[in-house]
Structure formats: structure tokens, C-alpha cells
């Protein structure tokens, strides 16, 4: 990584020795980074690590203690007014009007950011179609479910062209099956728009839409790559077999691929580096007596496991501690 | 389909007339969407002016010498039910809070000052309106449709409605819970118009509750209202300044363009006053 005390300009987002502190409490603890434009960028770590905290200071929402950030090329202390032009925003908590219609919402958000009048119905129908919505554009907001509201926060984010689109937990509270559109709304405004994402979440699984990700803890970046460099430094995805014969099968694995497996949960059990690759070996081996196969990745609890010596419920915990046991902080966040 | 270039335009002062207005129109959608807030609180003044005035009436043996106790309140009944949908719309903003809706203000790349003067355009729009279905009801009680009477009185009730609304979102603005803002609200509207002249004259006070009626901003918009009212009743000019003696400060006349200057004042005070307090709530 890059690590002159200067932001680079030319990134989408570049940060350095970024800080937050709270009293005697550093929410973010000098984070250096850069995002290349055109870039899907992913925060990922559990609650209270500071992934919140950096994106509102990206976003010229929260002041730095003490670091630089450029965003889009403008300073976010100096230049905030630039740098919110040149940025969508979708929170983790809906910021819509739901007495107004999602046509009425956007208009709003259009003239706020001064869109020019000419393009402003164009913009809205291609934002509203990329998301499925155009056709509920004059239905009041509060008649929406979750998943369109988020749908809709995302084309008001996209509705000014900005050049970096920032989304807090995007699919947090959603059900799987919304939060898997979610994402395809998402891959497919990559295709389309000529932007920077930058994201956080929860989910190992969804850290894969990025094309790099950053690890926090405590304030910290623990460690930034692509997700399957991250994945394979973890190591190995879990193979889960139902079998006729558990013994025999065990046996067989040792014989053929050298696996050392187990019985457990009432499965055969075994890590090989690629999962779904290695599946298809099984069934050239009919001998085996399989019924049922499953495949699991390592998840973000194994790899942040990895890096940081505890699990995320852990560390969420702790940092929840912190949160009480500082008033500051707490008033902070209540805003 | 290709992407429409979206190029912002640089031009900060037409950008924040446009937060402004798009504030504003908000504002009067929502309105128009509460129907119910519109029948609501047309109870308030028809109470004042046909319960509380066709009552006391009977204490002053109807009339004081011959003018109907409903006719002497009616401007200010009508300033009153102005000012308290003004102060209230105000509370929008902690809705908005509430709701989140104010975060996309808050970070849009438009002034503060934009967004809180386009919140008090929105209150002072709204707050007429509702005001005009009171003014209609001047007939009701004896008060002529005179065009130059109702276009004072519309006056009169905009710069009203701006000024408290702008007092009203120095509260909102920093208050973070419904039901504090509705009780600080409530606190205040209440000896606001019993120390304005609006339902009784304020010539029989003690000294220190005078100088409290010099502050209010009602008294200076209830005064002329009072005495627009008033010229255009019969009535002796002796009996007038009984009923509305003129504002003065250490004995000297008020004129009314002063006093209108003062409500004026005031209003653009408090609107700076919560600009400066919505940067710091951020």
C-alpha cells in the first residue's frame, strides 16, 4: 500500500492516517487506503469496528480527528461541498419521505443537488427502470416494502451521477432472497454506470460482489485484498457428505485423495482447498455410497478468525462495551 | 440505453434557491396530503370565537357599548390559530429526524440557511392558508369582506406565520423528541397570545408583565390587525383605544410600519439563529 503522508488525488477514495477519537476512545485508528476508480470496494467487519465512522467521515458527515481523505478528488474537510456533489449516499436506515410518492422522493433529491432541469425526467425513468421501480413511481413510499425502499434509496444515490456511491449495509434487514436482488441491481449498475463502489457489510458471502476488501477491527484495517486471495490465505472450504457407509467412505477418501475426514453432525466431513471444484472427483467415485453433498466456504468469522484471533461475535461484544462505558460516544452516535 | 451525463452546474446561489424552493413545495404537498390537520385545528379558533366569545359576551352584558366580545377578538383569534399552525409545522423537522428524512437534507450540497428558510417559507405558506379559512368566517360575526381590510389581514398573517415558524424550528432544530417539542410548544403558544392583546387589552398589566408583551412578536402583528379590524367597524375612536390601546415603548408611539419591521426582525433573527443551530446539530 501506498504510504506517503498524502492522499493520492487521482483515486476515487484515498485515505490516510485517518482517526477518529471519541474522549480516550479511538473509533478509527489510523486507516491508510486507496480505492481505484471504477472499483467495487468492500469494509467489512463486525459492528462497532469502525467501518460506520470511516464511511461518515468519507462522507463529509463526520469530522476527522486527525488524518487526510480525498474523495472524488476533493478534499472531505476543505472541499465538502464538492465532494458531496460527487457522491450517492445510501444509509443503513431509510431516509425517504414516505408521505411522498418515489417520483416525489427523487424530484426532491434532483433539485437538492442540482440537476439540471432538462435531464432530470430522463435521469429519474433510467435510474427508477435500472431498479425495477419505474412502474411504481407515482405510489406513496410508505406503501413499499423493505427491499423497494432500499431499491429506491439506491437510484436516488445514482440519481446525480455521482462518481462514488457509497452504500452502509446495504442488504442489512432484508430477507435473503431481497437481499440477492439487491445485488443483482447492484452488479448490473456496475455494467452500466461508469462508477466507484464503496461498500460495508456483515457478509462474507457478500463481500464477493467486491472486487477487493478490507478487513476492520478495532479501528483497524487488518488486511486488504481480493476476496479470493483473502479466501484462499484462510484456507480450505468445508465438504460435507451424507453416505451409505461413513466408515468405508472415510477410508476411501484417505485411499484415493488423501483427505483426512470425520464423522460429524451424522456427515462425513473434510477441507479441500476448492470445494466446488473438487465436488465432481466425488462422483467418479461411485463406490463412495454418496446421498447428499454439501459445499461451504469459509466465512467471515474464519477469516477474520484468522486475522484477528477472535470471532466476530466476540469482537462485537467488546465493542459494544466500549460503547457503553464511554458517554461520549454514546451521545455521538445518537445523532 | 446510454447514461445521461449528469454535469452539476456551479452556480451556488441558484442552487440554493432551487433547495429552497423544492423545500418549500414539500412542505405545502404535505400539507395539502393532511386533511385532517386542517379540520383539526379549525376547532381551536371557532372555540375562542363562538364559545368563549358568545360566553363572555353574556359577562359584559353583551356588548362593551355595543360592539359584540366576538368582534373584539376575531383579529385576534385569527392571529392566534395562525401563529399556532405555524409553530407547529415547525415540528416537521423533528419528524423528518425521526423518519430520517432529514439526513438526505443534511447531506445534500446545499447551504443550511437554504434548507431552514425554505422549512419557514413552507410554515408561513401553509399557516396562511389555514388562516384564511378563519378569515372567512369574519361574516359569521359581523366583520365586513372589505378587499383592502382582507388583504392587510393576509399580509399581517404571512409575516406572522414566517417569524414563528422560524421561533418554532429554534426549538425543533435542537430537540430530538416528539413529545418535548409538542409540551415546549405547547409552553410557549399559550402565554404568547394571552400576553399579546389578542384576547383582552394589555393596559391593565403590571409593569413586568408589560415589558413581557414588548417582546412577544404577537403584540405587534395582533395590534394592527386589531385596529385595521376596528376602522372598518363603527366605532368611536375613543372606544377603540380603550379596547386596543396603542404599543409603546417608555411612552412613545409605536407607528405601525416600525412595528411590522420588528415582527420582521425578529423572524430573520430566529431563522439565523436555527441555521446556526442545525450546523451544530449535525
Known amino acids: 500500500m501506498n504510504k506517503t503522508l498524502l492522499p493520492d488525488p487521482t483515486a476515487a477514495v484515498s485515505a490516510r492516517g485517518l482517526v477518529k477519537q471519541y474522549g480516550d476512545f479511538r473509533a478509527v485508528d489510523g486507516i491508510d487506503l486507496d480505492v481505484r476508480p471504477g472499483e467495487t470496494f468492500g469494509f467489512l467487519g463486525p459492528n462497532g469496528a469502525g467501518k460506520s465512522t470511516t464511511i461518515k467521515m468519507l462522507c463529509t458527515l463526520l469530522e476527522p480527528t486527525g488524518g487526510h481523505a480525498v474523495v472524488a478528488g476533493y478534499d472531505v474537510v476543505s472541499q465538502r461541498g464538492s465532494v458531496r456533489q460527487n457522491i450517492g449516499l445510501v444509509f443503513q436506515d431509510p431516509t425517504l419521505d414516505g408521505y411522498l410518492s418515489a417520483a416525489q422522493n427523487l424530484k426532491f433529491h434532483a433539485e437538492l443537488y442540482g440537476v439540471p432541469k432538462s435531464v432530470v425526467n430522463t435521469r429519474m425513468q433510467q435510474v427508477m427502470e435500472m431498479v425495477g421501480l419505474w412502474e411504481r413511481k407515482d405510489a406513496r413510499v410508505d406503501t413499499f416494502s423493505g427491499g423497494m425502499k432500499r431499491r429506491l434509496e439506491i437510484a436516488r444515490g445514482l440519481l446525480h451521477s455521482p462518481r462514488v456511491l457509497f452504500l452502509d449495509e446495504p442488504t442489512v434487514g432484508l430477507d435473503p432472497q431481497t437481499r440477492s436482488s439487491i445485488w443483482g441491481y447492484i452488479e448490473e449498475l456496475k455494467q452500466r454506470e461508469d462508477i466507484t463502489i464503496f461498500l460495508t457489510t456483515h457478509y462474507m458471502d457478500e463481500a464477493e460482489h467486491c472486487d477487493r476488501i478490507a478487513i476492520m477491527d478495532q479501528g483497524r484495517i487488518v488486511v486488504l485484498d481480493t476476496p479470493a486471495a483473502l479466501k484462499a490465505s484462510v484456507g480450505k472450504d468445508r465438504v460435507q457428505i451424507g453416505t451409505r457407509n461413513d466408515a468405508a467412505a472415510i477410508a476411501l477418501l484417505k485411499e484415493r485423495f488423501d483427505l483426512d475426514a470425520e464423522v460429524n453432525d451424522g456427515h462425513v466431513q473434510f477441507s479441500v482447498a476448492d470445494g466446488e471444484e473438487f465436488v465432481p472427483n466425488l462422483f467418479n467415485n461411485i463406490d463412495l455410497g454418496i446421498r447428499s453433498v454439501s459445499v461451504s466456504r469459509p466465512s467471515l468469522d474464519d477469516v477474520f478468525m484468522a486475522y484477528t484471533g477472535r470471532t466476530i461475535r466476540d469482537a462485537e461484544q467488546s465493542a459494544t462495551d466500549k460503547l457503553r462505558s464511554s458517554p461520549l460516544l454514546a451521545a455521538g452516535r445518537r445523532r | ?282
Open chain 2, 1 to 282: 440505453m446510454s447514461i445521461v451525463p449528469v454535469s452539476v452546474v456551479d452556480d451556488s446561489r441558484s442552487h440554493d434557491l432551487r433547495g429552497v424552493k423544492v423545500v418549500w413545495q414539500r412542505e405545502l404537498i404535505r400539507f395539502g396530503q393532511d386533511r385532517m390537520r386542517i379540520v383539526t385545528s379549525l376547532v381551536q379558533p371557532v372555540l375562542y370565537l363562538f364559545v368563549l366569545g358568545t360566553g363572555l359576551s353574556t359577562l359584559t352584558k353583551g356588548s362593551v357599548e355595543g360592539l359584540s366580545y366576538r368582534k373584539i377578538i376575531f383579529p385576534g383569534v385569527l392571529a392566534m390559530s395562525t401563529m399556532f399552525t405555524a409553530m407547529f409545522s415547525s415540528i416537521s423537522i423533528v419528524w423528518d429526524r425521526e423518519f430520517g428524512f432529514l439526513r438526505e437534507m443534511l447531506v445534500a450540497p446545499v447551504r443550511r440557511g437554504a434548507l431552514v428558510t425554505g422549512k419557514a417559507l413552507g410554515g408561513a405558506t401553509t399557516a396562511t392558508i389555514q388562516g384564511c379559512i378563519v378569515l372567512a368566517m369574519a361574516g359569521a360575526v359581523g366583520i365586513p369582506y372589505n378587499p383592502v381590510l382582507i388583504l392587510v389581514l393576509l399580509g399581517e398573517m404571512l409575516l406572522l406565520s414566517f417569524t414563528m415558524t422560524a421561533v418554532g424550528m429554534v426549538m425543533a432544530v435542537r430537540v430530538k423528541q416528539i413529545q418535548s417539542v409538542m409540551g415546549l410548544m405547547q409552553m410557549i403558544t399559550m402565554p404568547l397570545l394571552f400576553l399579546s392583546g389578542a384576547l383582552f387589552p394589555l393596559g391593565g398589566l403590571p409593569t413586568w408583565l408589560r415589558v413581557v408583551t414588548r417582546l412577544n412578536p404577537l403584540t405587534y402583528v395582533v395590534n394592527p390587525m386589531r385596529h385595521i379590524v376596528f376602522d372598518h367597524l363603527n366605532m368611536s375612536a375613543e372606544l377603540r383605544n380603550k379596547i386596543t390601546p396603542p404599543i409603546t415603548w417608555w411612552g412613545w408611539h409605536v407607528p405601525v410600519g416600525l412595528q411590522v419591521l420588528v415582527v420582521a426582525v425578529m423572524g430573520l433573527l430566529a431563522l439565523a439563529f436555527a441555521t446556526q443551530q442545525f450546523n451544530k446539530a449535525e
